[in-house]
């Protein structure tokens, strides 16, 4: 397994080392230890969340307050645009967002941390996403930044498509408008 960086010093691409030959392909697709490691800080996943959606969904750009979620992504089938956008407040990157491409076929996951946003588009037919969380689901602490914020402008590969995205994606929040996080009020 190796780190990627990305232009956001946080948010990194974790690619593991596939063997395979004629018979298919194996690979960790999660080692603790290994990934602990890398990241120089200990890790503690306590959610997997399973997702299925068809081509052009959009869901995001979701996070928690207090209880905050860094959220290790993957997909499974399929593929996506995955985005975390940096919403702490006193953040140099604040705003400022980062992409990356994940496929059952690159195998690829995206460390999305605590402290930033994330959300993503279906760009085959359908994508089944996995991802690991470092705190539980708490609906009542759930927040929503609008996907077509003008102040993030994430370049979202919509290729004339209208994404389809829930009513509460819909009804989300600017980033000028929504809580953000300050590292006092997190409670991880």
């Known amino acids: 397994m190796q780190l990627i960086p ?47 959606s068809a081509r052009g969904v959009l869901r995001g750009l979701h996070y928690q307050l207090p209880r905050a979620q860094g959220k290790l992504v993957r997909v499974v089938q399929g593929e996506i645009f995955d985005v975390a956008v940096d919403i702490r407040k006193d953040s140099p990157t604040f705003g400022k967002w980062e992409s990356g491409l994940l496929s059952a076929e690159n195998k690829r996951q995206l460390w999305v941390p605590v402290g930033f946003a ?14 690991k969380t470092t705190d539980y689901y708490r609906p009542e602490h759930e927040h929503c930044i609008r996907w077509d914020d003008p102040a993030i402008r994430i370049d979202w590969p919509l290729q004339g498509m209208v994404p389809m995205v829930s009513a509460k994606d819909a009804a989300g929040k600017p980033l000028s408008q929504a809580r953000v ?8």
Not at 181 to 188: A, E, P, Q, Y
């Open 6 to 52: 990305t232009t956001l010093p946080e948010v990194l691409v974790v690619e593991p080392k596939v063997f395979g030959d004629a018979r298919g392909f194996f690979f960790e697709s999660y080692n603790q230890r290994a990934l602990e490691e890398l990241l120089g800080r200990p890790m503690n996943f306590v959610q997997d969340n399973h997702s299925r």
């Open 181 to 188: 996080f300050d590292l006092k009020d997190v409670s991880r």
């Open 118 to 131: 994330h959300g993503f588009l279906v760009l085959s037919e359908t994508a089944e996403v996995l991802y």
